[in-house]
């Protein structure tokens, strides 16, 4: 018995240490904009900024990699994340700062 739950214990760590940290720039993004209401954002997880869970960028992703790339930055300030606000990335007709503070995703024209 005593042995089970130590085994049922230490798969858990397992499974909780090797579920992969939320990236710098995620952090960066959720830190900025808190008062979002949780919803879509947090559903998408890396499809914020990537087609699914690949590395490619998608609208959004790939204009706040421009800006972050002109500012010579790897992680986003509130500058870089302003300098991308007025822009309509996934060109839904709303602009990624209205998107980003009402928790709609800004690289997806289907969410706005
Ligand atoms: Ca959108």
């Known amino acids: 018995m005593h042995f089970t739950r130590m085994a049922a214990w230490a798969g858990f760590l397992v499974v909780a240490s090797s579920a992969p940290a939320l990236p710098a720039i995620r952090s960066e993004f959720t830190k900025h904009y808190k008062s979002a209401p949780a919803g879509a954002q947090v559903k998408a997880g ?3 900024c990537h ?16 800006a972050l790339k002109a500012a010579g930055l790897t992680k986003p ?7 991308i606000e007025n822009l ?11 998107e980003c503070a009402k928790g709609t995703l800004p690289g997806d024209p289907k969410s706005k």
């Open 46 to 48: 890396c499809a914020l």
């Open 51 to 66: 087609v699914g869970n690949t590395l490619k960028r998608n609208p959004y992703g790939a204009d706040l990699e421009k």
């Open 77 to 83: 300030t509130a500058a870089v994340f302003a300098k």
């Open 88 to 98: 309509d990335s996934d060109k839904d007709g709303v602009k990624n700062g209205v």
